[in-house]
């Protein structure tokens, strides 16, 4: 059966006291949005649209990078979660199915706890996603009787019986798309903030006739982020599960509390990872690669038995094919690297492709930007680049080629030829004695005079 997404992402995010909308502040460096929309995503979803209001544009563009598929809404003004949950109904008039709504806000929801609510539907109308609240705060409150739940009670609307229950609504909440907005439309405001509250679905529900479930999922779940400290502490939940997922699926960690994965990391088994690595979006590790101290990686693939680091920065687009030897102080963007290449220190490459068993001399340049536009520069297999090569792309060294030390290379270089681009030697003899015996008397003639 379809399943549609519906994200909250309105809200303005005060306590956070940023320009930023909220919902774009990082956690494992990925917005929370896109923890939000990545939780969705295993569903499938056939449709997935997101409410914005504050920070609108920004919001809808960080979506849009997410998933081009996702639509946007813009809620203004903000009237409350059901208000919300109305503003997507145009863009859904041709969804069938179940709809799912999520807080943009709230990134550690698991896509089995989704799963497992859509799976609570065969017994429910409206199934809402609930959790057992070490301190339930402010939070609404489930009131149930055996199987059913009988309505969602907002803290500031509650008795103080109610206060007390300890069972708590996660925002989360999942129905059939066209029951969802019948409701909705349904919801009034007349309660204690005079907001639309997307909890009254639960009593509507039941007066027609309806029933209404929970799932309870665990509290870690749930976390929001309202203040930059609770940022920080989705931040550290994050790590210390992911570092213990990494040690469980069988990765070496030297010093697991300094390495920092990001929402996507993929690490394979018996990959050994050095301390104080960051790992940005989009990066793959496969099985026995070892990634060595003080690494920072984002939007690259590093394959079986390549080596990296220490002190390597690997950036978008830089793709490590089998037993690629990364040094210290490389940085690589947008490069393909074959099958055995080795890069061993202080080298930047940047739009090339290197061959395999190609080695790149420590120093190594490739000048990809003339100020205006990048270029690629290409070099073949079992090629070797003198140290200090600068190569001004764009520009092609052949298989088995060679450069010399410190050439600035902005001709093509054949297969199998050796380019040299720099001036030649001439030794001088004995000028360097007479020059120091120079410098020394005019330094002694300095002393002399003070
Ligand atoms: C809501 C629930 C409460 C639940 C709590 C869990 C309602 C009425 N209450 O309360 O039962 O325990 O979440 O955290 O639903 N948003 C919009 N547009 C709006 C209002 C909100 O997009 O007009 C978004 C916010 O950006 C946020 C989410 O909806 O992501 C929840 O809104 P928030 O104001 O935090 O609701 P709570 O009062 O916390
Ligand atoms: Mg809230």
């Given at each position: ?10 809200g303005?995010?005060?306590?956070m ?5 909220k ?21 499938e ?8 209001g504050h ?7 960080s ?10 809404v813009?809620?203004d003004?903000q009237l ?9 109904a145009?863009l ?16 550690f ?26 301190d ?7 009131v149930?009787?055996?199987?059913e739940?009988?309505?969602?009670v907002e ?19 999942c ?8 409701l ?25 006739g309806?029933?209404?479930g929970v799932?309870?999922c665990?509290?870690?779940e ?18 210390s ?15 697991p ?5 990001g ?10 990872i ?8 989009g990066?793959t ?8 101290a ?20 690997l ?13 210290n ?7 393909i ?16 492709h290197?061959g ?9 340049v490739?000048c ?22 600068m190569l ?21 270089v ?10 030649r ?6 000028l ?19």
């Amino acid at each position: 059966m379809p399943v549609s997404l519906i994200v909250l992402a309105a809200g303005m995010g005060t306590r956070m006291n940023s320009e930023l909308p909220k919902v774009l502040h990082c956690v494992a460096a990925s917005p929370m949005l896109h923890h939000a929309l990545n939780a969705g995503r295993s569903l499938e979803p056939s449709h997935i649209v997101v409410v914005t209001g504050h920070g609108a544009a920004a919001v809808a563009k960080s979506a849009l990078a997410f998933d081009e598929a996702a639509q946007t809404v813009v809620q203004d003004p903000q009237l409350g979660t059901a208000h919300a949950v109305a503003q997507a109904a145009p863009l859904l008039a041709n969804a069938t199915g179940d709809a799912i709504v999520l807080y943009g806000d709230t990134p550690f929801i698991r896509p089995e706890t989704l799963q497992s609510m859509i799976e609570a539907r065969a017994q429910h109308a409206v199934v809402i996603l609930g959790f057992e609240a070490r301190d339930p705060g402010r939070y609404g409150r489930l009131v149930v009787k055996g199987d059913e739940l009988q309505r969602i009670v907002e803290f500031k609307d509650a008795t103080e019986a109610e206060r007390k229950i300890t069972l708590c609504n996660s925002g989360v909440i999942c129905a059939d798309v066209k029951t969802l907005f019948e409701l909705v439309a349904l919801i009034g405001n007349d309660n204690a903030s005079g907001e639309y509250y997307l909890t009254d679905i639960v009593g509507l529900a039941r007066a027609h006739g309806l029933s209404a479930g929970v799932v309870i999922c665990d509290e870690a779940e749930t976390l929001g982020v309202n203040t930059r400290a609770q940022l920080a502490e989705a931040e550290a939940a994050f790590q210390s599960r992911a570092r213990a997922e990494a040690l469980e699926n069988g990765v070496t960690l030297t010093a697991p509390d300094t390495v920092f994965f990001g929402m996507d990391t993929y690490v394979g088994r018996d990959t050994i990872i050095g301390p104080n690595v960051f790992f940005g979006p989009g990066v793959t590790v496969e099985s026995e690669a070892e990634i060595k101290a003080f690494c920072h990686l984002e939007g690259c693939h590093i394959s079986r038995g390549a080596s990296v680091g220490p002190f390597a920065r690997l950036r978008p687009g830089a793709e490590l094919a089998e037993d690629v030897h990364v040094g210290n102080f490389v940085e690589i963007k947008n490069s393909i690297l074959d099958e055995g290449v080795k890069v061993g220190h202080l080298t930047y490459l940047g739009d090339a492709h290197i061959g395999e068993f190609t080695n790149i001399g420590a120093g190594t340049v490739t000048c990809n930007y003339d100020g205006v536009m990048k270029h690629k520069t290409t070099i073949g297999k079992r090629a070797f680049i003198g140290s200090d090569t600068m190569l001004v792309a764009p520009v092609t060294v052949g298989d088995d080629a060679m450069t010399g030390s410190g050439s600035v290379i902005t001709e093509n270089v054949p297969a199998g030829a050796i380019a040299i681009a720099r001036a030649r030697q001439a030794n001088k003899p004995g000028l360097a004695i007479k020059f120091f015996e120079k410098l020394r008397a005019v330094k002694a003639a300095k002393a002399k005079g003070q």
